[in-house]
């Protein structure tokens, strides 16, 4: 829905100095070169959303003024909560400014996730972090089909776009993949620390209380910067600077991995609308295909009420898959199918997207309908403008996080309004509560005022 969107904002990381890619640098030599090489990636992406300069909303590209430390040359030290995609990217374009960067992830290994499909357009931002080695393991997606709007099929072949295939990820991998590669670029990885309080002191630096998985007892850690980086569920102490929760509208997904005897050959997505919500399904590698469900979270919970000898297996109580989305797995043997896993999936964003010394990147800011096929791309892509933010704000700059609040924010904002336009399109079950919901010309109307109030 949103390809022409994300094509002009990661179009903006084209025309940014080479200097701030992911080439390794010492703080000292680069200092001089983050106002400029930052205040251009800023600069250029707002321009962007905000057509191409149809109104003056940033100062001048002037260089901003060199970073300065209260110890002298010694590199600013910024901790990260959070190792997903934006956490990950954030800290190694960081570190390759020389910059002191710690992760803090809470967990050992990644759980299950439902975004399993990237988009072509993410290959330019994974070009211009110097990460497009890590999809080499991955599934490649040739293109996907719809049946959205009318009982045909539609099919978008990716091969003939602009940027090629997209990919089917295997998110645990990938994320586990995004988590060696920081290492390696000089991130201190800390997988299974919690963090359980932040305190900026008096002398602008923040005071961080961690806990290690396994161990008794709390460690001290003290840092120039803090990135939230914390997801969807952010810990409360995330959300005593992040604030309110904001809720654009319920939507659930149902997620269950389906285990093939045969491989699959088919390599394309599928989204498919059903009577109270609608189905994608996934081949992650050929012998697996992940079907998820979307509706309205009341929804599934009266289908749970409703069933309740059998609600202790979601999948039990999800409707059957559609008949085009069944097709593919027609003549397939199913070998074995998992547990249902559940996850919010709604347009939602935080009231608070920065603050002095600290900033949101990835869901934690702003999260994103899977109908937009942008979550990890956004992810991504906020984690990069966030260490271009963070870069720019130690050089001086006071303009620095609002520039990128207006990025983040502006992108939202677009995102929702394209996506409400695709659910419009589909017509085909004016009768049930999920499409009557999304038909609504006052929720199409509040959703897109919510969307446009965002920090």
Known sequence: LTHTHHELLLLSLLFTSASHGCRRVTYSDSSSMLGQSARTTLFLSKRALSGLGSRQLLPSLTPAP????????????????????????AGMCLAAHGISVTVFESTTQTGTKLGECLSPNCSMLLDRLELRHLLDNQRESAGFESVWGSPEVTEKDFIRGAHGHGWHLDRRQFEQDLAREAGDRGVDWQSGVSVLSCERRNDDKWSITTSVQGYQGQNEVEADFLVLATGRKSAKIATQLLGSRIKLDDLIGVSRTFTLEDPILD??????????????TAPIDPHQVVATYMTDYDILK???????TEAHDLGSVLPPLP????????????????????????????????GRGWLASGDAAVSYDPLSSYGITSAMGSGYYASCAILESLSGAEDAMQLYADIISESFAGCVTMTVQGYGWE?????FDFWKRRHDPLWMEELTNLSDASP
């Open 66 to 89: 060199q970073c300065r430390h209260a110890h002298g040359s010694a590199a600013p030290h910024v901790v990260v909560v959070g190792g997903g995609p934006a956490g990950a990217v």
């Open 267 to 280: 390599t394309c997505m599928m989204i498919e609308s059903a009577e109270n919500g609608w189905w994608y």
């Open 302 to 308: 009266r289908e749970v009420k409703l069933r309740s």
């Open 323 to 354: 008949k085009k989305s069944l097709s593919r797995l027609h003549n397939c043997k199913i070998r074995g199918v998992s547990t249902a896993v559940t996850q919010r999936c709604g347009f939602a964003y935080s009231e608070n997207l920065f």
């Open 427 to 431: 017509r085909q079950w004016p009768e």
